[in-house]
């Protein structure tokens, strides 16, 4: 499975960004697709996750800001940044897990400034 993101960038603080991810290969029916984010310094922390039936888990810390969601037919998972915060920023990894098996994109920058 090959995850190609896109979409990260900057921004000032209260603004908004949408991180897109696409996967492509051997695509099981059922999978997880979500966000993780890294930032210097620190531990790789989950954001949002999502299954293929459109269930989602948010970090409390983007709950209310953050909206995650997928299109099966394209293999996509999206996230909805808004009311964006200096300390959303990180290196934002798209993930996919299906069948024991995880897989990671490369990896989108998100900065926002104050």
């Known amino acids: 499975v090959q995850l190609q993101a896109s979409g990260g960038g900057l921004v000032q603080a209260g603004g908004s960004l949408r991180l897109s991810c696409a996967a492509s290969?051997?695509?099981?029916?059922?999978?997880?697709m979500g966000w993780y984010r890294q930032a210097p310094g620190k531990q790789r922390e989950l954001v949002a996750i999502?299954?293929?039936?459109?269930?989602?888990n948010y970090a409390d810390s983007v709950k209310g800001r953050f909206t995650i969601s997928r299109d099966n037919a394209k293999n996509t998972v999206y996230l909805q940044m808004n009311s964006l915060k200096p300390e959303d920023t990180a290196v934002y990894y798209c993930?996919?897990?299906?069948?024991?098996?995880?897989?990671w994109g490369q990896g989108t920058q998100v900065t926002v400034s104050s």
């Open positions: 999502i299954s293929n039936a459109g269930i989602a």
């Open positions: 290969g051997r695509i099981f029916s059922i999978n997880r």
């Open positions: 993930s996919y897990y299906s069948s024991g098996n995880s897989y």
